[in-house]
Structure formats: structure tokens, C-alpha cells
């Protein structure tokens, strides 16, 4: 097994190779929003560390979200690319279910990703993540990881098992759990006319 995994949805850039016993991570903290200026470099650069090409790779994996509503838009669009290009699957990873099945999270099961304005997106062990104000007592004990360099082993464990699983995708559909701030912006601009 030979996965590219890239996650865009914090302001961490994570590009890393993933082998059967070995990861080649060249990931970068605290990016912000230069992801799309950066990412493809990353990932030649894991490329070349893990003396790899993108046709050794037998599966793609991105994470789709919840986060930035841009950087889930641009690790997509960049892995369908490549998948594109050179015809592989798909391996979804959620955010949440990364961050809770992280060593980072430990046991406690419940993950919480800050969404900004004053909001976490939450999974609190229902079928669909929500959203909880930063004072709701429920975000207290969950596990909140400051960007995706956190979770890592977590994205890790679930690519492999659903890569054993052969668990594809055919559509990478992003994870949006509220309207975009601009969305939010037209809506009340189109109301107050």
C-alpha cells in the first residue's frame, strides 16, 4: 500500500506518504492561508523523500473537512487532480473522526476543530458534526487540536483501514457543517436591501 495523504482544512499543511510500515511526513505548521501557494511544492518534496512518483501511488487521500471552507476547496480540487491524471482512488478522512481516534485526543472520543466566530464544529458522537458556541460545556472535555499536524497518526489509521477495507470514494464531497462567512455576508446584504 501506497497512499498520498494531503489535508488542507487548518492553517497546518499536511502532505505525507504513507507506506506499509513507513511515513514520509514533510508537513509544515501554521501555514495560514498560503496553502495553495505552497502545497504542490510539498508534495514533490515528499515525493522525492519517500524516492517515489505519482504513479506509484495505489490510492489517493485527502481530508475533507470540517475546516477552512478555501483550504477544503483546494486539497480536493488537488487530489482529483491527480487522480485525474493518473487514474486511482479516492480515500475520504474526516477531521473529527481524525482528531478522535488521534493519540492527541486520546480515549476521550470527541473531537472540536474551531470554526471561527466565536464556534467549534463538534462531534459528539452523533451521526452528523454540529456546531457549538466556544462557551458550551460540551467543547470542555472534547479534544481540540490547534491544526492538523496534530492528528496525523489518526488520518493515518483510518486511511489504512479503509484502504484494507478498499473503502473508495468516487466523489470526494467536502464536509461543510454552516454557510461560509461570505455566504452569510450575501445572504444579509440581499435581506437589508
Known sequence: MKVLYIDTTTADLVVAVIEQNKITDVSQRAMGVKHSETLCNKVAEALAEAGVGFDCFDA??????????????????????????IERPYIEVNSLEAIARSAFCGKIGRAVIDAGNGYYYFDGNVTLPYVIPYD????????????????LDGAVEIICQKYADNDFSKTLSPIYIRKSQAEITRENLLKNK
Open 60 to 85: 489517493y487521500a485527502c481530508a475533507l473537512g470540517p475546516g477552512s471552507f478555501t483550504g477544503i476547496r483546494i486539497g480536493i480540487s488537488t487530489i482529483k487532480g491527480y487522480c485525474t491524471a
Open 136 to 151: 458550551d460545556v460540551t467543547a470542555v472535555n472534547a479534544g481540540s487540536a490547534s491544526g492538523a499536524c496534530d492528528y
